[in-house]
């Protein structure tokens, strides 16, 4: 029968898409929990034939060939060993430093003479295909022979500092080195060719962020002249020609007080017992022509990167801030989306044209929010009233499309934005969490109703298209979440069908903890789940939305894949053939596509890495003292646990004093002699124990009890 059951397991996973969790594996087969002793015997024979792999997350894939070539990254440096991440996103594979040949940080590389072990899959470098560079950041620090590199990414151990007293900088000091092994030899030297400043900076830490993940800061002479040419020309009546004029309807456009960067305003009437919403977007691929220096640093940046403070825009202010933006009372180009919908919110008709508006109203979040709160003073009433009736349209048919988005399984996941109040040096005097309002509410309602639009145009005419995707999450990482979910108290029912979970299973699963402690862990956990959201040529529509039809359309100032499909569909609606739009854009869209997810990564990596940095700022002002929190996730050293306003910080086990905590290998630390457990969800009194700023850690401890 053993014998039968192995043969199974490699059946399974000749057809699995990489590695999958034993337990899944056992499901997938059929075997009970009453039979599951004979499948894990079979496991163990083959991996001791050395025919499959078992990592120590129980994660089971066909054990590699020897002579295989395994295309990866070098994504970790140790002394005396190394990590590669195979490009299909199997685990992690281990090097000896001698198997490295030369490898370096960040390098795509081939893997060969594979060899499998209990500790999972080792081997070495058969060919380097790609270098990342030698270009390291980090913060100068003493060591026991002399100033050494402390780096930022990945490198396990200090880097001796070459030529310290000739290269400008100071212990404690953010530098950008450029590091090189010596040779003969197995070690590194750095050498500094940028100084940053304090690394107890949050700003400074920001710009080596910056810097680190290639996001482009200034922009060259002849963007900027390019920019500046077009700002100076402005809107003039000849460029009406050929566009709708909605500049008679309600339009004003709603943003944070603090934007300059409009790019989007809307009106909304009742028409026919129901609702005629009109979204009116920049035209920015009005101004921003292909093969124009312009056109082309857009692309390389994909992205406007916000961190605390200022923004490292995609375009100059001249564009982003002049032109484009639709600043109240002005003549402005733009591109419409304009779709009616019924009483109930189904949308009836959608079509798209280049137009000219003028914004009634520069509307502001806070202000909207107290107009639907009824706690609006006069100057207020007075400010809105040539778009009131349209605000108060747009927000009732922006609650039917988030009734209806929510019956089709779309759910609101706790995201713990943070925001930073900085004083007039950029230094950080306060973490708040971020809310969002009923305005804030309406308005995401809207421009996903426009980008749902805009992706049913391309897919149904079979437009050369860039859409958001985000498909089904990993069912290993289904399985994942199951388990927490029934370790917390949860009913994991919804999880437990067979087939694909759906958003709606999701939504089950966040209503239970929706109002308690466990929501922003639950949140949390989601969010790990799901896919990563992405761009695609193909419509494979957006799980998350619970949408068939997606893409970005409402946000062409700071995003490259707007502007993108702005041209492409401004070149059908002027007549263009099919075969002709094929030719122009099918490339690129495609390279719009890749560019723009690879930008989306560096620049969320570069957002969250100088958050971290911030609240570190805030937290090293708040030494000594003590907060209530709530433990946000557990690990084998310790745990994680979130406070109020957002920063998170961690508790290292060995802080419980007279405590024995083991981890469960799930969501809870528990004490081998009194059983007492700290569980995700569960509440915790931490004090502030150290915070550095370069690395945006934070270490709490237990605060001590009430004597």
Known sequence: MIDDVKQEILNALEHADGEVSSRFLMRKLGIVEKYSSIFYQALNQLRREKRVSVDSRHKVRLAADSSARIPATIVSLSRGFAFARPDDGGEDMFLRAEGLHGAFLGDSVVLGNIRQSLKGPSCEVLEITARAGSLVNGTIVPGERGPELKADAAIRFPIPIENFEHCGASLGDKVQTDVRRVPHSSRFVA????????????????????????????????????????????????????????????????????????????????VNGGYRLGVHIADVSHYVRPGSALDDEAMLRATSVYLPGRVVPMLPEAISNGVCSLNAHEDKLTFSAMMDFDAAGNMTHYEFHKSVIESKVRGVYDEVNEIFAGTAGEDLLEKYAPVLESLKAARELAGLLKAKAQAAGNFDIDSSESEFVLDENGRCIDVLPRHSGPSEQMIE???????????????????????????????????????????????????????????????????????????????????????????????????????????????????YPDTSIHRIMGAFLSGESRETLEHRFSEFAAHSAKQSSDREVKAMQSERSADDCYAAEYMAQHLGEDYDGVISGVTMRGVFVQLPNTVEGFVPVAAFEEKHYEFDGQVSQVDAVTKERLTIGDPMRVRCAAADVSSGRIDFMPAPADR
Request: hydrophobic share 40%; with cysteine.
């Open 191 to 270: 050498t500094v060719t940028k100084r940053y400043g304090r690394a107890d900076c949050a700003r400074i830490c920001a710009d080596s962020i910056l810097d680190a993940n290639g996001v482009r800061v200034p922009f060259p002479e002849e963007v900027l002249k390019e920019a500046e040419a077009i700002g100076k020309r402005g809107v003039l009546p000849e460029d009406f020609a050929g566009r709708e004029d909605y500049r008679a309807l309600p339009v004003c456009s709603i943003d944070s007080a603090s934007a300059k960067d409009l790019d989007d305003a809307i009106s909304v009437e009742r």
């Open 445 to 559: 309602q809207l421009m996903i109703a426009a980008n749902r639009a805009a992706a049913m145009l391309g897919r149904e005419n079979k437009l050369p298209f860039v859409y958001r995707v985000h498909e089904q999450p990993d069912p290993d990482r289904v399985d994942s979440l199951r388990e927490l979910v029934s370790a917390i108290g949860l009913n994991a029912a919804p999880l437990k069908h067979t087939g694909d979970v759906s958003a709606k299973d999701f939504a089950a699963v966040m209503a239970q903890a929706a109002g308690t402690p466990k929501e922003k862990v639950v949140s949390h956990q989601l969010l790990r789940t799901m896919a990563k959201a992405r761009y695609d040529t193909k419509p494979l529509g957006h799980f998350g939305l619970a949408l068939a039809d997606y893409c970005h359309f409402t946000s062409p100032i700071r995003r």
